[in-house]
Antibody, heavy 122, light 115 residues
């Protein structure tokens, strides 16, 4: 079955760290760029970060640059998001999503996971 | 001013057509962008619907019915998602997206209610 399954979310205090994981199955993971998109409660979608095939290109939204690090392990068909110095405004449902392309370029996010919730609060 | 502006809500009757707009900020020409559309039902992740740039450059998402279609209104500098023959299962939030300044930009979404 073609799917993405996120994990690692939870409740964390401001300033602390959290690492999200995304396990992919049913497609050749290494052939595609992968991204994280988040959705704050009751709000819209916000692109967070992306990584191209073989990690050639990495990009971040300005809101997380310098605090979040995206990575991938193609041998494990997994995508990660290391989140440091978390802020209350990072509270959101974090989706792992596959781009229908290998490179970091415009294209469709054609496969989405169910998301993992991150709550930043003291 | 946001890069993409969508009306917050839209209501229509079953069987009717609904036209959802995605207006690009002044100075960003819709003619040079592919517009992507996503549908999100409550409690579910977004689903890719389609991409539209022109009648010769468009893509329907896998399994997406043909009653979902895209177009552009150059005079309004907007992308349009047309849903024909509205059904109860079309009740959802709809987001447009573009690739702008090397990032992926989403609109704030339109909540469609089928009365």
């Amino acid at each position: 079955e073609v799917q993405l399954v996120e994990s690692g979310g939870g409740l964390v205090q401001p300033g602390r760290s959290l690492r999200l994981s995304c396990a992919a199955s049913g497609f050749t993971f290494g052939d595609y760029a992968m991204h994280w998109v988040r959705q704050a409660p009751g709000k819209g979608l916000e692109w967070v970060s992306g990584i191209s095939w073989i990690s050639r290109t990495i990009a971040y939204a300005d809101s997380v640059k310098g605090r979040f690090t995206i990575s991938r392990d193609d041998a494990k068909n997994s995508l990660y998001l290391q989140m440091n110095s978390l802020r209350p405004e990072d509270t959101a449902l974090y989706y792992c999503t596959k781009l229908d392309a290998a490179a970091m370029r415009e294209d469709a996010f054609d496969l989405w996971g169910q998301g993992t919730m991150v709550t930043v609060s003291s | 001013q946001a890069v993409l502006t969508q009306p917050s809500s839209l209501s229509a009757s079953p069987g009717a057509s609904a036209s959802l707009t995605c207006t690009l900020r002044s100075g960003i020409n819709v003619g040079t962008y592919r517009i992507y559309w996503y549908k999100q039902k409550p409690g579910s992740p977004p689903q890719y619907l389609l991409r539209y740039n022109s009648d010769s450059d468009k893509q329907q998402g896998s399994g997406v019915p043909s009653r979902f279609s895209g177009s552009k209104d150059a005079s309004a500098n907007a992308g349009i998602l047309l849903i024909s023959g509205l059904q109860s299962e079309d009740e959802a939030d709809y987001y447009c997206m573009i690739w702008h300044s090397n990032t992926y930009v989403f609109g704030a979404g339109t909540k469609v209610t089928v009365l």
